[in-house]
């Protein structure tokens, strides 16, 4: 059986600064050549490049470039002279589009539109021109999206993924194109479905303009050929000793270039199916390609020993002149991807946050005709490397005719695929081409990221380390940063600032896209509490005593502030409408009873009909241009689930002294008041219609959690009250045919009052406004979460009926009517007993004093119990009595989750024990006597 979904809600902690730039390393790049703003028709400004990183980011940003063309028709060429610094790029847009790594971007649309792919297992589209707006989810994997490929003049892009598949999208309708779905190596058959299904995980791909020839490449070592119009694969290269990392394929679809692990880039001609030629000009493996050639007869390599090269290839046909491999530069890592504006800027993304630009050098042709400048420059033997000409497709050895695209995997694994290499017999093979230049020609900075972290023992402070090892302190319930520590060790620093609290895990941290994220659901978040004389609250707030915090419900209240807001306002919207309703058929009923019958009886009752819970706002998500509906956020792709959210009570309750019903504490009074029932509208459904139907199941199956002082609520308050005697009747509410009297006189039962929580229930969070939260679905069919919603804390008003639809079962029932799941506070058993030598007496219970009380229950209460037992003054107990637990003297503030923990650190009761202060005072007195 198909295990439901599970939703959860995370928030991201991040320090509140202005600067734009990656915190963590960048993993693509893309570059928009085009003319941004034109001056004249032969003078003009522009270019733009595009960036994603490892921290979920998509920016843009200006190169400021001048062109010029020598007419208005004619190609737009990079003016610069080399003699003065190129100008500096600015960031234009700056888009948390994930929540985990952004693996690769490509630019489409005729640079319109950038297409992501990430980890997170989510394709999205954004709008260039309006990059303010919110990116489009057109599709999703079941694994992490490694690569992408776009087919311009198609009008589709590819994605692949550790799933297995190649999906294929359409850009105009932002779903899910129908594509090839085979499987490979195997019989071919087409489906008609939406990807295609390989045997390995997808590393690399390349498609030509036109999209008639797609290349994946994988670490079965082999280039897969497919053909996205009939659903086929219709090659396969072998030669590859490692893992396929990057692809190139030319305009034509004639030929491709391949970049493997094995350290060797592959040149193939896709009709003729065999290698032309291998170049062994990296020592590390090769990890990514560019090339805007259509021909690819110039390209640039990237390795992850951080070398980049610029090989031009001679023609097949030109076996006078020998290929060229000039090694220009050497970043610190591995280079994942190269971009190139005209053959003279080069940028590339590594696993630093900076993005670096390099000057390329000119070609062949264009070194004697060009003065020399910082361009142009001369270059040693040591950074260059001569190849021999690429072979030409059909060997002469070989008599073959030609091979009709029908029949290309008749030759997949035949001997002309076999790569023979240059070198074989080639001594001075090994050695390495040195880099030509040293240092960048400019740099695009980025920012310290968050690396690794440690959670506290109070969960709610959380040690962190950044890329430049620094250490901070953050609050994760204030969303800010406390304090920073300088390079230390992170151990270090954590047993210096973790105390003696033991809180249980109320939500889980990860840093993976370099800033905090904190992950919430249903079964855990509500379980921490935390004392209010502890949680660092402002001196204006009055504290009652032992009053003690629910951290999630804190959180949470503050955090959906604004949704809260806009929901009341929907109510108060609704209870208008419907008032108004009712006085006009109050009205129109009476000029019918003046007219026709007598007047009523003063006395008579009203009938009304109370008016269902609140429940989820519903929106038009097909109408959403950001929720195409094929997408994961369709209505018909995902629902909420709809297990229980209670845990299973114990079978054997026991009485807890120590609960807050024995100690009833003043609760404070939420300004938010419930508002009163009102008659169901016959007019057309409103806005809200569906909103209201759905917590009215959502408040039958949810159950009310028992208050921080001890008490319970009815759990069937919002059910119809009935007697023992009465049945059911066509349903659990009993909502069977009523006549006027009947629903009259139910009306009172049925009432269901709306009472969400309130922010002045909590003591005053500032939790910035720009905090991001995000909603997510996980599955045990895939491997990581998928997001279903993504905004901020100041935006969840306007976004309120896209959260409403997607927030899980166990919010919405927090956020409207303040429940939450019903579990049995933990609770540990201790026993009291005068400390050995004490003259203090044994309780009334004597050596059978086993007690049960909350984990979180604190020494100064017990104290205070221990006093009560033995008839001492109220107050008089703390001043005089102190308690142990290992011949260790316990703080007042100790909870026995601590003693447990971090005193007596064994299993079975809590061994306590009490004596007056003042034979503690006196021992201590004795030792220093006798040791004087």
């Given at each position: 059986m198909k295990a439901s979904a599970r939703r959860s809600v995370s928030y991201v902690v991040e320090a509140c600064d202005e600067e734009r730039a990656h915190r963590l390393g960048v993993n693509s790049l893309a570059i928009d050549p085009n003319v941004q703003q034109s001056i004249n028709e032969t003078t003009g400004h522009g270019g733009v490049l595009f960036s994603a990183g490892r921290d979920g980011v998509v920016a843009s940003w200006d190169l400021h470039f001048e062109f010029h063309r020598p007419s208005a028709h004619a190609e737009w060429e990079l003016d610069h002279d080399f003699e003065t610094p190129a100008p500096k790029a600015t960031n234009r847009a700056f888009t948390q589009m994930h929540t985990d790594w952004v693996n690769d971007i490509v630019v489409c649309r005729d640079g319109r539109a950038v297409v992501s792919a990430s980890s997170d297992r989510t394709v999205k589209l954004w709008s260039v021109n309006d990059p303010e707006s919110c990116s489009s989810t057109i599709g999703w994997h079941n694994d992490y999206v490694k690569c992408l490929a776009s087919a311009n003049q198609a009008g589709w892009v590819a994605s692949g993924g550790f799933d297995k598949r190649v999906n294929i999208w359409d850009l105009e309708k932002c779903q899910a194109a129908a594509a090839i779905h085979t499987n490979a190596d195997q019989n071919m058959y087409s489906l008609g479905a939406h990807n295609t299904i390989t045997k390995t995980s997808i590393y690399a791909m390349a498609v030509n303009p036109s999209g008639k020839v797609l290349a994946t490449g994988s670490p079965d070592k082999v280039v897969r050929l497919w053909d996205p119009r009939s659903g086929q694969q219709i090659g396969r290269l072998t030669g590859h000793t490692d893992n396929i990392r990057t692809l190139l394929i030319s305009e034509d679809g004639s030929h491709i270039l391949s970049g493997s692990s094995d350290s060797t880039i592959k040149l193939w001609s896709v009709k003729a199916q065999r290698c032309l030629a291998t170049y062994e000009t990296h020592a590390d493996s090769v990890w990514s390609l560019y090339?805007?050639?259509?021909?690819?007869?110039?390209?640039?390599?990237?390795?992850?020993?951080?070398?980049?090269?610029?090989?031009?290839?001679?023609?097949?046909?030109?076996?006078?002149?020998?290929?060229?491999?000039?090694?220009?530069?050497?970043?610190?890592?591995?280079?994942?991807?190269?971009?190139?504006?005209q053959d003279k800027y080069i940028w590339t993304a590594t696993s630093s946050s900076d993005i670096n630009r390099w000057l390329s050098i000119p070609s062949r042709e264009s070194r004697q005709t060009l003065i020399d400048s910082a361009y142009n420059i001369d270059i040693p033997t040591s950074a260059s490397a001569k190849l021999p000409p690429a072979r030409p497709p059909y060997h002469s050895q070989y008599s073959e005719p030609f091979v009709g695209s029908d029949n290309l995997t008749l030759y997949a694994k035949s001997v002309m695929s076999i790569p023979i290499s240059y070198q074989e017999d080639d001594d001075d093979s090994n050695e390495l081409i040195q880099p030509l230049r040293s240092a960048p020609d400019g740099t695009i900075s980025g920012k310290p990221g968050i690396t690794a972290h440690l959670v506290l023992q109070n969960r709610r402070h959380v040690l962190t380390q950044d890329t430049n090892g620094e250490i901070g302190l953050w609050d994760i319930v204030k969303c800010t940063q406390v304090k920073k520590f300088g390079k230390r060790p992170l151990h270090d620093v954590a047993q210096e600032v973790n105390g003696m609290d033991c809180a249980p895990a109320w939500c889980t941290v990860d840093t993976k896209i370099g800033a905090i994220t904190v992950q919430m659901d249903g079964f855990t978040c509500f379980d921490c509490e935390m004392y209010a004389d502890?949680?660092?609250?402002?001196?204006?707030?009055?504290?009652?005593?032992?009053?003690?915090?629910?951290?999630?419900?804190?959180?949470?209240?503050?955090?959906?502030?604004?949704?809260?807001?806009?929901?009341?306002?929907?109510?108060?919207?609704?209870?208008?409408?419907?008032?108004?309703?009712?006085?006009?058929?109050?009205?129109?009923?009476?000029?019918?009873?003046?007219?026709?019958?007598?007047?009523?009886?003063?006395?008579?009752?009203?009938?009304?009909?109370?008016?269902?819970?609140?429940?989820?706002?519903?929106?038009?998500?097909?109408?959403n241009p950001a929720f195409p509906p094929n997408s994961p956020m369709s209505p018909g792709c995902n629902s909420i689930s709809s297990g229980p959210f209670t845990a299973p009570p114990t079978t054997s309750p026991q009485d807890d002294y120590f609960s807050g019903a024995h100690h009833p504490t003043a609760e404070p009074t939420s300004p938010v008041q419930p508002p009163p029932p009102v008659a169901l509208s016959t007019s057309p459904a409103s806005p809200t219609g569906n909103f209201i139907n759905r917590l009215k199941h959502l408040s039958v199956k949810a159950k009310i959690s028992k208050t921080p002082s001890g008490e319970e609520n009815d759990t069937q308050a919002d059910l119809p009250?009935?007697?023992?005697?009465?049945?059911?009747?066509?349903?659990?509410?009993?909502?069977?045919?009523?006549?006027?009297?009947?629903?009259?006189?139910?009306?009172?039962?049925?009432?269901?009052?709306?009472?969400?929580?309130?922010?002045?229930?909590?003591?005053?969070?500032?939790?910035?406004?720009?905090?991001?939260?995000?909603?997510?679905?996980?599955?045990?069919?895939?491997?990581?979460?998928?997001?279903?919603?993504?905004?901020?804390?100041?935006?969840?008003?306007?976004?309120?009926?896209?959260?409403?639809?997607?927030?899980?079962?166990?919010?919405?029932?927090?956020?409207?009517?303040?429940?939450?799941?019903?579990?049995?506070?933990v609770k540990l058993t201790f026993s009291l007993s005068p400390h050995k030598g004490s003259k203090m007496p044994e309780l009334p219970a004597g050596g059978s004093n086993r007690l049960l009380a909350n984990r979180v229950l604190r020494v100064r209460k017990l104290i205070h119990h221990v006093g009560e037992k033995l008839g001492m003054a109220p107050g008089q107990a703390v001043q005089d009595i102190e308690l142990l637990c290992c011949d260790t003297i316990l703080p007042l503030t100790m909870t026995l989750a601590s003693i447990k923990q971090h005193i007596m650190k064994s299993s079975g009761d809590i061994l306590l024990t009490y004596r007056y202060i003042s034979e503690s005072n006196k021992r201590l007195s004795e030792k220093s006597r006798i040791s004087s």
């Open positions: 090339s805007d050639d259509p021909e690819l007869k110039i390209f640039y390599a990237g390795s992850r020993d951080g070398l980049v090269t610029k090989t031009e290839i001679s023609g097949c046909n030109e076996m006078d002149n020998e290929s060229e491999c000039i090694g220009l530069f050497k970043e610190k890592s591995g280079v994942s991807k190269i971009v190139v504006l502890e949680a660092d609250l402002p001196d204006t707030y009055e504290i009652r005593e032992d009053q003690r915090i629910n951290l999630g419900k804190w959180v949470l209240a503050h955090l959906f502030k604004e949704f809260l807001n806009k929901v009341i306002e929907l109510q108060h919207r609704e209870e208008e409408k419907a008032h108004d309703e009712k006085q006009e058929r109050k009205s129109t009923t009476t000029v019918i009873r003046a007219a026709d019958t007598p007047p009523p009886d003063t006395h008579t009752k009203k009938s009304t009909t109370p008016k269902p819970p609140l429940t989820a706002i519903t929106t038009n998500i097909n109408n009250k009935r007697s023992m005697g009465d049945a059911p009747k066509n349903g659990y509410h009993g909502a069977g045919k009523k006549t006027e009297k009947e629903a009259s006189s139910s009306s009172d039962s049925l009432k269901t009052h709306y009472t969400p929580p309130s922010p002045s229930e909590f003591p005053p969070l500032s939790i910035p406004s720009s905090t991001t939260i995000i909603i997510t679905e996980e599955s045990a069919e895939a491997s990581t979460g998928i997001d279903l919603y993504r905004g901020t804390a100041a935006y969840a008003g306007i976004d309120a009926e896209l959260i409403a639809n997607t927030a899980p079962s166990w919010l919405l029932a927090y956020l409207y009517h303040n429940k939450i799941p019903n579990k049995d506070a």
